[in-house]
């Protein structure tokens, strides 16, 4: 009988003690596990990318003897010089304003824009070899005595996606590519933001393996002859339309992220408009500058109503301007007008989206516009 109760006692000590030691175990499996969870949870947030590269355009027109805020920037972009049917434009103001750009840049890295923005030339010289020959030979010779850093090609075609200039563009770029790169200067693209929206003539793939990177226009998604809206927003107020963050996945698909710079243009436009906020004509351009000025320091106009909109992330602004004087028929005349733009905040908000997406380039639309 006592060997019995002594057998039982056995089990009951051996199965008391088997569970207190599993109990144990669980305890500091459950606290080794804590540390790993927030080790994950650091991992994640380190993805976020640095701003590592902020860049401005300087336009020629903007250039003074007070441009000590270029200190502000590690790349200054200079706009720039004129494409013509025969080369160069050296009469042109953009090319006569280099030695004033190169004095106020001294020690920063730089890159000379060569603008060919007209349309009519654009098609010529796509289409005629000996003309890109002489463009690109003497955009080279430029930067090389000016000891610019490379080059900004802005090469803007309004047509809707065309195999054939699509093409033409490929092989112009490639060219000047291997030019610019055999003599060890740098060849960057000026692309729309809404080039994959609007289907232009851009194979985005191609061109960015045949460049050093990519500077996305992330503005003027609505047109100063179209409708009013945002400069560029940050999310459509439909699924029907387009914004800022379709826009830097449609590009991430196709172009590495270390290629990718973001431009933002800090400036916006002036919509005259009807009862219905339909456009009447063409919006006036304004700086981010005049706005403020005209705007948020002081408005002096009618119903003056500034606010941000929380989906698009940008300003908008509504007011009225009546005629002090009546018309032939006896009529005051009432102006109704609408201001969307693109400010520091608004910047901020997108500039903390492309972090997240692993892109570290920004650049700015232009010195002089804020």
């Known amino acids: 009988m006592m060997k019995r109760i002594a057998i039982l006692l056995f089990f009951i000590i051996t199965g008391l ?21 927030k080790i994950t949870a650091a991992n994640n947030k380190s993805k976020k990318t640095d701003i590592s590269s902020t860049s401005i355009f300087v336009p020629y027109w903007s250039l003074d003897e007070q441009s000590t805020l270029l200190n502000d920037y590690d790349i200054l972009i200079y706009f720039g010089i004129a494409a013509s049917r025969y080369g160069i434009d050296i009469q042109e103001a953009g090319f006569k ?10 020690g920063k890295k730089k890159f000379l824009t060569l603008r060919m923005i007209n349309d009519d030339v654009n098609v010529f010289v796509l289409g005629n070899e000996d003309a890109q020959e002489k463009i ?25 996606l065309n195999k054939d200039t699509q093409r033409q563009i490929d092989n112009f770029v490639h060219k000047f590519y291997t030019v610019i ?40 998604f609505h047109k100063s002859r179209g409708e009013p809206g945002p400069n560029f927003p940050l999310i459509a107020k439909d699924s029907r339309g387009y914004d800022f963050k379709r826009m830097t996945t449609d590009f991430l698909s ?3 992220k270390e290629k990718i710079t973001v431009v933002f243009g800090m400036f916006g ?20 500058n005049e706005i403020n000025n005209k705007f948020i320091n002081k408005c002096e106009f009618k119903n003056c109503v500034v606010k941000r909109d929380t989906i698009s992330k940008e300003t908008e602004i ?34 903390e989206y492309l972090k997240e997406q692993g892109i570290g380039n920004i650049s700015f639309w232009a010195y002089g516009y804020f």
């Not at 219905?276 to 004509?281: A, D, Q």
Request: no cysteine; proline share 5%; aromatic share 14%.
């Open 254 to 256: 196709v172009i590495p």
């Open 269 to 288: 436009y002036d919509w005259l408009v009807d009862e219905k906020k339909r456009p009447i004509k063409q919006a006036e351009a304004l700086s981010l």
């Open 318 to 351: 509504n007011y009225v301007i009546s005629s002090p004087t009546p018309d032939e028929q006896n009529i005051y005349r009432i102006d109704f007008h609408i201001v969307w733009f693109e400010n520091e905040e608004s910047v901020k908000i997108k500039t």
């Open 136 to 160: 690109i030979r003497e955009t080279l010779g430029i930067i090389e005595q000016n000891k610019f850093d490379g080059v900004v090609l802005d090469l803007e075609i309004s047509n809707i």
């Open 181 to 220: 790169n055999e003599n060890y200067k740098s060849l960057f693209l000026t692309i729309y933001g809404d080039s994959v929206f609007r289907r232009r003539p851009y194979n985005l793939s191609y061109l960015g393996k045949n460049s050093d990177g990519i500077f996305i226009m992330a503005y003027d």
């Open 97 to 106: 304003g280099i030695p004033a750009f190169v004095e106020v840049s001294a």
């Open 17 to 37: 003690l088997g569970f207190f030691l599993f109990k144990n175990y669980q305890t500091k499996t459950k606290t080794q596990k804590t540390p790993n969870k």
